[in-house]
């Protein structure tokens, strides 16, 4: 009896589907460990909503399965979310069909999201230390979407920016020498006049130098 009753349990374990996968770096293809990937079945569908992280390989599983049609999503932090067979990173992810008894392996890429970086310089292309600089949005009006600091040297970047067209302003601040207006990159106070600063996917903009305008702040 007791034979009869492991044999019919393993039959029922190859009834149930299994996914499993790996996550890398879409540039370099590194294993991304402590991914965060979950399942989540189609509308109507049997199967459970499932959770796990990949390993020190990049390796995920999910076992005993309901056959249907599962959505995959992955994220980790510094890496912009995605789903498998997404076409571009805007796109929704495909759905995998699983009949009861299938396996398959899939491969994630995560890219990491677009950045600007440059300095920020007083009037003589000298660095400015610890200035504030943000990112805002190409409408009318701009709304802020980021923020950075520059180090000692004036330098900064601007992370975790979706691919798009932004525009790049100073924060106005007052130092004991004086003080600098907001200004926007290519040195106008004008939002119309403002150079407009283009990012892609995985990429980093560089060389966006900013120079605020010398002047008094008031409220």
Known sequence: MRKWLVFLLAGGGLQAAIIKGSVVENQTGKSLARTLVSIQPLPGGAGPTVTVRTNSYGMFEFV??????YLIHAARRGFM?????QKNWRAAGQPVVLDKDQSTFLSIRLAR???????????????LPDHEVV????????????KAQADDRG???ISGLDPGTYLVRTV???YEEGGYLPTFYRETA???EAGMVDTLLDQ???????RPFPGRLFN
């Open 113 to 127: 999201f677009s950045s600007i970086s440059g300095i920020i310089v007083d009037e003589n292309d000298v660095g």
């Open 135 to 146: 990112a805002m949005s190409n409408t009318r009006p701009p709304r802020m979407l980021a």
């Open 64 to 69: 005993d399965l309901p056959a249907g049609g």
């Open 155 to 157: 330098m900064y970047r």
């Open 204 to 210: 980093d903009t560089g060389n966006v130098k900013v």
């Open 172 to 174: 106005g601040r007052v």
């Open 190 to 192: 004008r939002v119309d």
């Open 81 to 85: 979310p995605a789903q498998y067979g």
